[in-house]
Nanobody
Framework: QVQLIESGGGLVQAGGSLRLSCTASGRTLRGLAMGWFRQAPGKEREFVAAITWSGVTTEYADSVKGRFTISRDNAKTTVYLQMNRLNSEETAVYYC???????????????WGQGTQVTVSS
């Protein structure tokens, strides 16, 4: 079993930045891809970004390309999501997820954190 704990959410003005962190613990973490998803009230959970274990491969939702950056520090078993130029439509609960190999669909991820709230004021 893998435990994931997100942090770094909060309130930010439109155009501002936040950095989310997700720390993993539990069974061996080697080989785990990590992803970030978000879910706004009344909407489905959507993919934001993902990164392979090595960090060599990343993928982003079109809506965040050029503004968000996913990275990881395997020594600290932590994955980060740097979010710049946030807008109010990105207010949501942001979730960290983990799965062996590679995945970008929420249904393919077996391990999830509890989520962290990001609120962007306009």
């Amino acid at each position: 079993q893998v435990q994931l704990i997100e942090s770094g959410g909060g309130l930010v003005q439109a155009g501002g930045s936040l950095r989310l962190s997700c720390t993993a613990s539990g069974r061996t973490l080697r080989g785990l891809a990590m992803g970030w998803f978000r879910q706004a009230p009344g909407k489905e959970r959507e993919f934001v970004a993902a990164i392979t274990w090595s960090g060599v491969t990343t993928e982003y939702a079109d809506s965040v390309k050029g503004r968000f950056t996913i990275s990881r520090d395997n020594a600290k078993t932590t994955v980060y999501l740097q979010m710049n130029r946030l807008n109010s439509e990105e207010t949501a609960v942001y979730y960290c997820a983990a799965e062996m190999g590679w995945a970008t669909r929420a249904s393919d991820y077996a391990h999830w954190g509890q989520g962290t709230q990001v609120t962007v004021s306009s």
